[in-house]
């Protein structure tokens, strides 16, 4: 097939987690050319878009936009287009990536359909908020932006931290309550009526320095030098050796993809406190470079880089 590689538009200067999306296209692009596929690379220009299409007439686009003008919110501007384009594409269509995209909207819609998640509490009134830990996040934003060391406060120093984050980051935040327990992050792979659940992962915080928060912040994800990033170690094995647990997560998973009418790639994030699984976050559009979890599961499943990027676009199909 001829496929467009369409990536979120990266400047030199950007931060890891932007500069991780073309180290990604280019793996896919590689991938894809690997398979058989004719392939060409280029960045997302809402614009441009109707004239790059004419030009390269591809038959699919893989689309691995993550943001628009550097904000995860417009992400689903791409896949718009491209369905009123009537274009066939990898991944989550527009609507469902606008929901999720909102965190508290996400988590309104689960706890609606009787999925369990954290309490979460929301500017101006914080409702809620007591004396628990609370975690502070964007609201409209992944990549864990702003979640350092500090993000994780009692009830009542939320407003404060999350007027801070507005003013270092913008955007809205919001606060969710801290749950100590176990994490794990599962890849969802296929399309509305063909699931495939990847091998399920857990994130483990090894000799974990006291005092510092049990999350995968932004330092376990993008600073290669951190304590965050070397201590966060992936585990896999949920399934053979905690049967219960896995079925609870995978009935979650089921659930989830359902609920929120998901194809493509996806990764749910869980926390589980006392065996039962608690849903924090829905991505529809998670990394895909060969070193990110989602690839990390598929080799797990038996699958090389090229397979997994192939079978993503079986689902499009």
């Known amino acids: 097939m001829r496929i467009l590689v369409l990536h979120s538009d990266i400047p030199e200067d950007a931060p890891p987690e932007d500069q991780d999306t ?35 007439r591809p038959e699919m686009v893989f689309n691995m936009v993550e943001g ?22 990898t991944g989550a269509p527009a609507r469902p990536m606008d929901v999720t995209f909102d965190k508290p909207l996400t988590k309104r819609l689960l706890r609606e359909a009787g999925l369990a998640t954290p309490d979460w509490s929301v500017p101006p009134d914080w409702h809620g908020l007591d004396g628990r830990a609370w975690i502070v996040k964007a609201a409209l934003e992944d990549g864990s932006i702003g979640l350092d060391d500090g993000c994780v406060v009692p009830g009542q120093g939320v407003p404060a931290r999350a007027a801070a984050s507005s003013v270092r980051f913008g955007g809205r935040w919001f606060a969710e309550e801290y749950v100590e327990g176990r994490e794990f992050n599962i890849a969802l792979l296929g399309s509305a009526k063909n699931l495939r659940i990847l091998p399920m992962a857990e994130m483990t915080f090894a000799n974990w320095p006291q005092g510092k928060p049990r999350i995968v912040g932004y330092d376990a994800k993008w600073e290669e030098e951190s304590d965050g990033y070397r201590q966060t170690v ?29 194809t493509g790639f996806v990764r749910v994030d869980f926390r589980v406190r006392g065996g039962e699984p608690l849903i924090l976050e829905i991505n529809v559009n998670p990394g895909i470079a060969p070193d990110a979890g989602f690839a990390a599961a598929a080799a797990e499943a038996g699958m090389a880089y090229d397979e997994l990027i192939e079978e993503i676009v079986k689902a499009a199909l």
């Not at 550097?70 to 718009?80: E, H, M, N």
């Not at 585990?235 to 659930?255: H, I, M, W, Y």
């Open 68 to 89: 628009v003008d550097g904000k995860g919110l417009l992400a689903s501007i791409a896949p718009r287009l491209l369905e009123e384009m009537g274009m066939l594409f």
């Open 22 to 56: 073309l180290i990604a296209a280019e793996a896919v692009a590689v991938a894809l050319h690997g398979c058989g596929h004719k392939v060409t690379q280029a960045p997302f220009r809402e614009q441009g878009l109707a004239a790059l299409l004419a030009r390269v």
């Open 234 to 262: 992936r585990r896999f094995g949920v399934e053979r050796d905690e049967p219960g647990l896995a079925q609870k997560l995978k009935t979650s998973c089921e659930k989830v993809w359902r609920l929120f009418g998901l």
